[in-house]
């Protein structure tokens, strides 16, 4: 069943198969759940304390949604600002899919941002930062902390190393992706936002401060 809604203004087509919200809208980008499986296992994470809600969308999905599914959910891309690859999980997870739904939608004309906990590499364990080259414009990668013994206890990841993994991602982006913004949370516990700033700095990228809860 498809429905359109409407919602901040904007007209919405959403995929109503099994009632998953594939695709929603928040501050005039288009946000796709394609996966709610993750890399890494956040303390903070409000899936993990039986919270799928985000802004009124429950993001629990029931199955992954195939590449056709998606791009109906989102429907025509240039309605939006950007077209934001998010969560509740890891997109590049479904890394396959995400790079065809991304190259489509970006010959549609659409601005692509991917939001990812930068382990891409490492989980495939090789470089796929140049498959994004062509049809991502941006990347926000989540560090969430400025040193490794903080990130192990606030992201839980279940790779080695990944502190430097996620900061080893970046340089090899930063090749292919000229936008690419390091993101951490305000308020975490212990977490230093201006040695955040600062790794972002050494790396070249950009940084922004999130709230906890808040899409972006
Ligand atoms: S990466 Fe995001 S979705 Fe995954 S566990 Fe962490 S906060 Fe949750």
Avoid at 31 to 60: E, H, S
Avoid at 77 to 105: D, H, M, N, S
Wanted: aromatic letters at 6%; glycine letters at 6%.
């Amino acid at each position: 069943m498809r429905v359109t809604n409407k919602m901040n203004g904007l007209q919405l087509s959403e995929t109503f198969t099994n009632m998953q919200n594939i695709a929603y809208v928040l501050h005039g980008n288009c946000y796709i759940n394609m996966t709610n499986r993750c890399t890494l296992r956040c303390a903070f994470c409000p899936k993990f304390n039986k919270q799928w809600d985000v802004k009124g969308y429950l993001l629990r999905l029931k199955s992954e949604p195939d590449t056709q599914e998606i791009l109906t959910a989102v429907g025509d891309p240039t309605r939006y600002k950007e077209i934001v690859f998010c969560g509740l999980g890891e997109p590049t997870l479904r890394l396959k899919e995400l790079l065809i739904v991304a190259t489509q939608l970006k010959l549609q004309g659409a601005t692509i941002r991917l939001n990812t906990d930068g382990l891409a590499n490492a989980v495939y364990k090789k470089d796929i930062t140049p498959l994004l080259k062509n049809c991502v414009d941006s990347i926000s990668v989540s560090l969430n902390a400025h040193h490794t013994k903080l990130y192990e206890k606030h992201c839980r990841p279940l790779i080695d190393n990944a502190f430097y993994a996620v900061q080893d991602f970046i340089r090899t982006a930063r090749e292919h992706i000229d936008d690419i913004t390091i993101t951490a949370i305000d308020g975490l516990p212990e977490v230093d936002i201006s040695a955040c700033e600062k790794i972002a700095a050494t790396l070249g990228v950009k940084f922004r401060s999130r709230i906890l809860d808040e899409v972006g």
